[in-house]
């Protein structure tokens, strides 16, 4: 025999068996686990251990969502009694940085009427965005980073966008993190949703107290 077969001999017989190989194998043999009662013990500790550490991560998200919630609540008041944009931003700065633990956070905003000055940066970068319904979280886009954080000092790696809509004037609340996995995809945006309709509406009513 060549050492080329000999190498693919000793392959085939230590490499696993596909999944599909191995449902066969039990479909054949029902009593494989009664024959074999350690090996079905091991399965299940193993099954046991990753639900619970499942139910675990699913308890301590529970637990950080409902503290955030309470958090973001004092700030939505503290958002109802600004007086004007300036008092919005800086609200937002502090309170999102603290509780989010964000390295950057910044609000901009921009005309959304058809005669608008189409060279505004950020209205080319996030027209379309604002007509999204939920927030968006995961790493940015270049352009958009560029757009938002330029004059940041710390580089951001992820970020939730929270689109903005007042009338003829619209936006993206950014919060970024030098952290990568801060903000992920998959995360949940409703209290972000509910803090970016509060920030649309007061910004309507300052609109509207100003003409």
């Known amino acids: ?91 937002l700065h502090g309170t999102l940085q603290r509780e989010l633990k964000a390295d950057a956070v910044t609000l901009k905003l921009f005309p959304v009427e058809e005669d608008a000055d189409a060279s505004d940066p950020v209205r080319s970068a996030f027209l379309d965005f604002v007509e999204r319904r939920h927030a968006l979280c995961g790493p940015l886009e ?11 000092d710390t580089a951001v790696q992820s970020a939730a966008l929270v689109p903005i809509r007042a009338g003829q004037l619209a936006g993206v609340l950014a919060i970024g993190s030098a952290d990568p996995a801060r903000f992920q995809a998959e995360m949940g945006t ?21 003409g």
């Open 1 to 91: 025999m060549s050492s080329g077969q000999a190498r693919r001999r000793r392959g085939a017989e230590t490499s696993p068996p596909d999944e599909a190989a191995v449902a066969s194998y039990l479909s054949e043999h029902p009593d494989f686990f009664e024959r074999h009662p350690d090996h079905q013990m091991a399965v299940l500790r193993k099954q046991l251990d990753t639900e619970r550490r499942r139910l675990n991560h699913l308890i301590a998200r529970a637990r950080d969502n409902e503290g955030l919630a309470g958090r973001l609540h004092a700030l939505v008041l503290e958002l109802i009694a600004s007086p004007d944009l300036a008092a919005v931003e800086t609200v």
């Open 142 to 152: 270049p352009e958009r980073d560029g757009v938002l954080f330029a004059d940041q």
């Open 190 to 210: 409703e209290l972000l949703d509910r803090l970016g309709e509060v920030i649309s509406q007061r910004l309507r009513m300052f609109r509207r107290a100003h």
